[in-house]
């Protein structure tokens, strides 16, 4: 019990001291960005191509009646 209040206080120690500290908060901030990119990053599975320089109409705004 006694260990787990002690391993408890450090803990908050070093995160109290991580927000105090805001270049280290990017940092971190950085690091878990990049970590989510590379677990989660999948190539595009559909092309964009560029489409005729046509501009958009009042009538290509509304909804369907369908």
């Given at each position: 019990?006694?260990a787990e209040?002690?391993?408890?206080?450090?803990?908050?120690?070093?995160?109290?001291?991580?927000?105090a500290?805001?270049?280290?908060?990017y940092?971190i901030?950085?690091?878990?960005?990049?970590?989510l990119k590379?677990?989660?990053?999948?190539?595009?599975?559909?092309?964009i191509?560029?489409a005729?320089?046509k501009?958009?109409?009042?009538?290509d705004l509304?909804?369907?009646d369908?």
């Amino acid at each position: 019990m006694k260990a787990e209040a002690q391993e408890l206080a450090q803990s908050e120690t070093t995160l109290l001291a991580q927000l105090a500290d805001d270049r280290l908060v990017y940092d971190i901030m950085k690091a878990e960005t990049i970590e989510l990119k590379q677990r989660h990053a999948t190539p595009r599975r559909t092309e964009i191509v560029a489409a005729e320089d046509k501009a958009l109409r009042e009538e290509d705004l509304l909804p369907n009646d369908k």
